[in-house]
């Protein structure tokens, strides 16, 4: 990582947890992932660095109210999730604070539509480093539209999961070739 012409500092930075959603991480949804359960904690740990720093914290969830257009992704997966369900809501194990930001988004970027790019600009972050899920969907799409706004990105591979090994690990290679630094926990805290 030193060798990189982006070394990570977290000065300037902000954590990005993208959709840490029951809809993913109950066991009895039918969107439920396996391979996020060992994100959690890890994603704690970059949780409690960013607020012993003082760094801003975003989190995101994806979630579509009554009469919004879900647009292609809903006729894509057949399936969205609703404003004010129980599968929208954060899961406890990360509950943001009060004065921490929640983005309500309705499409894989969580810059599409939302007020992303304005809370960034406000607290001056020059990088962001992205965890959460789905690596290969809104993870990626995320650090790649953050990359074309000039932002350096830090993807956490051992902080983002998604459905499928393969699709995780072509997401960060693909990632890792023109968009985003590839980082563990350990290396950002």
Request: proline share 5%.
């Amino acid at each position: 990582m030193d060798t990189h012409p982006f070394p990570f500092t977290p000065r300037d930075s902000a954590l990005l947890v993208i959709d840490m959603q029951r809809f993913f991480l109950d066991k009895g949804s039918h969107a439920y992932l396996p391979m996020a359960k060992p994100i959690v904690s890890r994603i704690r740990k970059l949780i409690k660095f960013y607020r012993a720093k003082g760094l801003p914290i975003i989190f995101t969830r994806h979630a579509v109210k009554k009469g919004e257009d879900a647009g292609i992704m809903a006729r894509w997966w057949r399936d969205t999730i609703r404003e004010g369900t129980p599968a929208s809501r954060i899961i406890p194990q990360l509950k943001p604070l009060k004065n921490e930001l929640v983005i309500r988004k309705t499409r894989y970027s969580a810059f599409y539509g939302t007020r992303l790019a304005e809370v960034l600009k406000r607290h001056k972050a020059r990088r962001v480093v992205i965890t959460g899920v789905l690596t290969h969907l809104c993870c990626e799409t995320t650090a790649r539209d953050a990359f074309m706004r000039d932002y350096e990105v830090y993807f956490v591979t051992d902080a983002t999961a998604t459905d499928n090994r393969d699709l995780h690990l072509s997401s960060l290679k693909t990632l890792s070739d023109g968009f985003a630094i590839p980082v563990t926990t350990k290396e950002i805290c």
